[in-house]
């Protein structure tokens, strides 16, 4: 195993820059239907076309943030990934995506909530915006739960989605 960057450390969980050595993972991930279901990406074709994603993966570099794996701390499962993605436009989206037999657990808020953090406190942010598709309840709750506000309707990724914001804590 190589070793890990790792980015942040919660109660539970640490997040970390993913490597090529963690395709199966995402491989398997982006392959369930459920899991993808609102995010508007396509599978994998193959573990190799995971690695070469992950290869060439260039966010932690270009921007010092990206989609972070999330792993716990106790055992060192890999759960999914969240972390900060910064657009074209200048903004900087949440995002994140778990395994379904880690829904429903809180691991999603707080791995958002570290995110949010870093955001704010490390990369001085003004605000951090999440898109999520219409139907997608159960991220739009997370997004809730972690202080994040209905703002506009966009669109993401060609399908109509909700825009949640928010804005540093100190401004």
Not at 43 to 71: H, Q
Request: hydrophobic content about 35%.
């Amino acid at each position: 195993m190589l070793p890990r960057t790792i980015i942040l450390n919660t109660e539970r969980l640490y997040l970390h820059e993913m490597t090529a050595e963690e395709a199966d993972d995402a491989f398997e991930l982006n392959n369930d239907p459920e899991v993808t279901k609102f995010t508007g990406d396509p599978p994998f074709e193959s573990t190799d076309t995971a690695r070469e994603f992950l290869i060439n993966y260039a966010d932690y570099k270009k921007n010092g943030m990206g989609r972070w794996a999330v792993r716990l701390r106790e055992n060192d499962t890999f759960l999914g990934w969240c972390g900060l993605k910064l657009h074209d436009n200048g903004e900087v989206d949440l995002g994140f995506r778990f395994h379904k037999r880690f829904w429903n657990q809180g691991f999603a808020t707080e791995a958002s909530l570290a995110c949010l953090h870093f955001a704010f406190n490390e990369k001085h942010l003004e605000y951090v915006i999440g898109r999520v598709i219409h139907d997608n309840i159960a991220s739009q709750k997370v997004l809730e739960k972690i202080g994040m506000k209905y703002w506009k309707d966009v669109i993401c990724d060609e399908h109509p989605a909700k825009c949640y914001r928010i804005d540093h804590p100190n401004q």
